[in-house]
């Protein structure tokens, strides 16, 4: 509904180029794990149950999001996905950046157009969130499954033998 409500707009291609495109040394689990943690910030269940979907399915890894949703200090984060957090999660809350942020990303081989993509993921989202609660968006049903079981590659189908 989100991508209803923003896809015929010029926010919309704006959103689907910072999330899907290939951009700099962050995967799409990265960005969907950045839009996990900073919605959580934003109290916008859509995106947290939305994306924290699209995040185990691009990163295989059923129950990080949760844990990240829950806590994302005592999550089983490696130190590089704790860095791009701390720093997504500092833009979310418009903290005071400083060099010292920046050091902790490039020590996981991320430099400063990386921490731009991360900023704008973070300040983008903001934005979605809040568009989100306006238009009463709640998560789809199927959202709290997505990717939570591996799925078979070439499942027989129903009423049909090998």
Same mark, same amino acid.
């Given at each position: ?18 999330? =899907? !495109? ?11 794990? $950045?839009?996990? &943690?900073?919605? %959580? ?35 089983? =984060? !490696? ?11 500092? $833009?979310?809350? &418009?903290?005071? %950046? ?65």
């Amino acid at each position: 509904v989100i991508i209803l409500a923003l896809g015929n707009k010029p926010l919309g291609s704006y959103r689907n180029k910072i999330r =899907l !495109s290939p951009i700099g040394n962050l995967s799409k689990a990265d960005k969907e794990l $950045i839009i996990v &943690a900073t919605s %959580i910030v934003n109290k916008c269940p859509y995106c947290v149950i939305a994306h924290s979907a699209l995040h185990r399915i691009y990163s295989k890894k059923p129950t990080l999001a949760d844990q990240v949703a829950v806590n994302w200090k005592l999550a089983d =984060l !490696s130190d590089r996905e704790m860095a791009i957090l701390e720093f997504a999660l500092a $833009i979310c809350r &418009a903290d005071n %950046i400083t060099e010292e942020h920046f050091q902790k990303l490039e020590a996981h081989g991320f430099d400063r157009e990386d921490a731009w993509d991360i900023s704008s993921i973070s300040a983008f989202f903001a934005m979605s969130n809040r568009l989100a609660h306006f238009i009463d968006l709640h998560p789809n049903p199927e959202f709290y499954i997505m990717g939570r079981m591996p799925r078979e590659k070439n499942p027989v189908p129903p009423n049909k033998t090998c």
